[in-house]
């Protein structure tokens, strides 16, 4: 079993939809989660992180973070054109522990 | 500006051949990584630091080094030990007290 899991897509939204992204952990102590975007060919940006259980919202996007089922997802509203990238999910322990343990993306594209 | 420089861009390597990838970062940040990518996969841990002078092998150092002489510089070197180098390098770095880590643009290498 992958420490982290992620559907590597393509997942093909039209534009306008929601868009949902979804992301399976192993390690039950791990604490802090990210979504980072990666443009094909770019570096990886930040887009979201959670700590707690529950949703985060932050304009277009909403991580929710579900512990006791070890998952997390991203929902992108209003899908743009130029939100089509790949789209990564990172887990870290926290508490000290610097390594986050990434899972190899889902490639998401918006259908104009 | 502030933010994470990576050179060079883009390397080529002959076989046998070791190479260094430089990174270089002026956020005063205390931690410094450097992750590999092979495409249409996640991001793997090669080395990472989380001080001057220190440095921690992550998930796949075999034929790989680095140093970590000041705060602001990580060198990573691909050695001739390393037999599947092409890959995009990405360094990233993360202030002290915060989970969240920012990465450079990224070195691409290719063995020729």
């Known amino acids: 079993q992958k420490e982290v899991e992620q559907n590597s897509g393509p997942l093909s939204v039209p534009e306008g939809a929601i868009a949902s992204l979804n992301c399976t952990y192993s390690?039950?102590?791990?604490?802090?989660f990210f979504w980072y975007r990666q443009y094909s060919g770019k570096s990886p940006e930040l887009i979201m992180s959670i700590y707690s259980n529950g949703d985060k919202e932050d304009g277009r996007f909403t991580a929710q973070l579900n512990k006791a089922s070890q998952y997390v997802s991203l929902l992108i509203r209003d899908s743009q054109p130029s939100d089509s990238a790949t789209y990564l999910c990172a887990v870290g322990r926290g508490f000290g522990n610097e390594k986050l343990t990434f899972g190899t993306g889902t490639r998401l594209t918006i259908i104009p | 500006d502030g933010g994470i420089t990576q050179s060079p861009k883009y390397l080529f390597r002959k076989e046998g051949q070791n190479v260094t990838l430089s990174c270089e970062q002026n956020l005063n940040h205390d931690a410094m990584y450097w992750y590999r990518q092979d495409p249409g996969q996640g991001l793997r841990l090669i080395y990472y630091?989380?001080?001057?002078?220190?440095?921690q092998k992550g998930d796949i150092a075999e034929g790989y080094s680095v140093s970590r002489e000041k705060k602001e510089s990580f060198p990573l070197t691909v050695t001739s030990a390393q037999k599947n180098p092409t890959a995009f390098y990405l360094c990233?770095?993360?202030?002290?007290?915060?989970?969240?880590?920012?990465f450079g643009e990224g070195s691409w290498l290719t063995v020729v």
């Open positions: 990233a770095s993360k202030p002290g007290t915060a989970y969240t880590i920012y």
């Open positions: 390690d039950r102590v791990s604490q802090s």
């Open positions: 630091s989380q001080i001057v002078n220190d440095f």
